[in-house]
C-alpha cells in the first residue's frame, strides 16, 4: 500500500517495482481507512521532502496498530537492486522529530502491536458519529 502522500509519478514507479518483484499494490478507495489483513507494507515518503515523514493518517494508524512495516521507499529500492524482497525493519520509517512530538517509538511501537493487538480485551465506547462510520468500524474490528 501507497501513502497518498507520495507524488503520482513516484507511486507508478514503485509500483513498477512491487511488480517486477512479484508483488501487488492495493489502492484502497480514496474515503477508506484500509483494513490491516489487506496490506502487508506501507511506503511513505522519506522525511525531508514534500509531505515526508510521519503523519497520522488512517493508513499510517492502521498500519502501526497491525504492526506492519511502515517504510520509505528506499526499501522497495534497495529490494530492486536486491531482486528479492529485502527484511522491512532496516528500512522502518523513521523521523526523530514526529516521534518526539507524538511521544512514540516506531520501532517499539510495530514490535508491541506484534505481541498484542492494539484493543485486545478492552471495550471501546463509540460516539454516535464515529459509530456511523463504516470504514472506522472496520478498522477497530
Known amino acids: ?23 501487488e499494490v492495493v489502492r484502497p478507495r480514496q474515503e477508506d481507512i484500509p483494513e490491516a489483513g489487506t496490506f502487508s507494507h506501507l511506503v511513505v515518503p522519506a522525511p525531508g521532502g514534500g509531505g515526508g515523514g510521519f503523519r497520522r493518517t488512517g493508513s499510517v494508524l492502521a498500519a ?16 530492486c537492486a536486491a531482486r528479492r524482497f529485502l ?5 522502518l520509517l523513521r523521523d526523530s522529530a514526529a516521534e518526539h512530538r507524538h511521544r512514540f517509538c516506531m520501532e517499539r511501537s510495530l514490535q508491541q502491536a506484534r505481541r498484542r493487538r492494539l484493543l485486545e480485551g478492552r471495550a471501546v465506547w463509540l460516539a454516535p458519529s464515529i459509530a456511523k462510520d463504516a470504514a472506522m468500524e472496520r478498522f477497530l474490528r
Open 64 to 79: 502501526m496498530a497491525a504492526g506492519l512495516p511502515v517504510v520509505t521507499p528506499a526499501w522497495l529500492e534497495a529490494s
Open 1 to 23: 500500500l501507497f501513502s497518498k502522500a507520495l507524488a503520482d509519478e513516484e507511486s507508478e514507479r514503485l509500483a513498477k517495482a512491487v511488480a517486477k518483484l512479484g508483488g
Open 87 to 91: 527484511d522491512a525493519s532496516r528500512y
